[in-house]
């Protein structure tokens, strides 16, 4: 659906409005019973077909998981973990240290386990500060060293191809379960198995976009095929699947990812047998439904706390806890470390920000970088470009440059501008790098850090228009304060789990009387919006600047989510 401009926002966002094909929206609200506003917003997802709509609405998940078999090198794969359980042949475990990483890990050795590995299993996940990100050959020769015969990679190992001759050359067999393969690239010959939705190995595998928790989930329904409670054991592994996918950010208007994440929602809504996931969710005030604002912003961070501010290790331990007390030590540690974060990502970002208020223009791209003394702390680049690309609406590259002069840097896109295809345009300068169009990671020599700062703008001005660049937000319709009702609400509801590809909608509503303006922690807003039907409250996040011109102009027009606020045993409808 085309979409066109309505206004700038105060911030100076361009506010565009979805327009629709009235006609289809007519018929299909026919047919289906649906409000309208409701059918509007499916059809900005690509739905045309009555069919689709109660698929998508309704997903059910075994319906909607694809065979494992479908994947190219599943058999292999298969038949040598077997062999290696039945041989009793050590089996290592290498994942990457964010959340599709570590659930991975989980997911993996769980399941090898249960069929019989028990002391034979082994997780490792690499140290982002003194290893890096990846399979390395020092990890090849440490596993060979240890007596491991079958390196078993998740999230990481698909662009291997030095690790995987090396392990071949070692008499070791890698197997490896990824999903970042780049378009063009072939997958590491030497390896044993390689289980990828993408190239060659996905050739005929129609989810395109699983996360690597995903490719682990398939990977263990295939070794559980012939055990006798199969279907639970990976409806309970969903659950771990479920805050792998949604903190990957993958497509989540893709039936299968779809399925697994509200599958695993309602999982998690139930008590969990496991003490560190039960600890986790309690310490995280995540209640009854489970939602994927509660991964993205409650659980994911906390798992991710651990990789970026000290070692990943401690998330393993959680949810390998035996007991509730261990449980929850580890759980509180997590959180520790995530208001650890909290405070260097803050720092870092005000830094930034300050940076970017003082220049009289910007560059088609952002590029900073500096020491971890300077606040450059390694484990929050990442998420310091996730809030300069907000702020500014252009790509933006981050690096942290440690001792040696090596910059370790992160980088967040926009629509339009496909990261590992610009870092392929500077890969003469690059140490190394990968990701996926949105988010991506690089290193390079520090002293290179200019020149890719030139370059990248270079190459993003002859692909980016300037329509492209600058915060630009796309309403899914224009509601009327009046229609916004608890009904209303729970209809939009079920177009849960929202991420990537299936964003949570967006309205438009226009001139408002504004009845009242509150200032929450001295940070935030609340308005209080007059309608026919009494006030309905608008919380607008640091946003205190804004109070005095709201409160001049007396009306509002607004960009917003709605959602019920339950208080007190009472509901109510708020945006």
Known sequence: MQSSPVMRGITGARWNLRQA?????????AATGLPEVVIRCLVNRGLSEPAGIRSFLEPDFHTNLHPPGMLRDMELAVERLKRAIAERQRILVVTDFDVDGTTSSVILSQTLRLLGADGNVECYIPDRFTEGYGLSTSIVEKAAADGFSLILTADIGIKSHREAQLARSLGIDLII???HLPDGEDVPAEAYAVLCPKGSSGEGYPNKHLAACGVSLKLAEALLAEHPKRNAIIESLAKLTAIGTVADMVDLAEAENRAIVAHGLRALAQRSSNPGLRALLKLAQVGDPVTTYDIG???GPRINAAGRIAHAGSVLRLFEAPTDEEASELALKLDELNSERQQIQNSLFEQLKKQVEARESLENVMVFHGSDRDGFHRGVVGIACSKI??????PTFIASVDEEGIAHGSARSISGFHLVEALDSISDILVKYGGHPMAAGFTLPAEKMDEMRWRLDRYAGEILTAEDLGRSLTADAELPLSDLTIALIREL?????HGIGNPSPLFLLRDLPVARIVVLKERHLKLQL?????????LWWNAVDNREALEAAGRVSLLARPEINSWNGRQSAQL
Request: a negative charge; hydrophobic letters at 30%.
């Open 297 to 299: 912003f409650k659980i």
């Open 493 to 497: 509801q079920r177009l849960e789990p």
């Open 389 to 394: 690309v907000e702020l500014t609406g252009r």
């Open 530 to 538: 007059a309608s026919d039907r009494g006030t309905v409250d608008a």
């Open 21 to 29: 094909d009235y006609s289809q929206v007519e018929s299909l609200t």
């Open 177 to 179: 379960c990824d999903h």
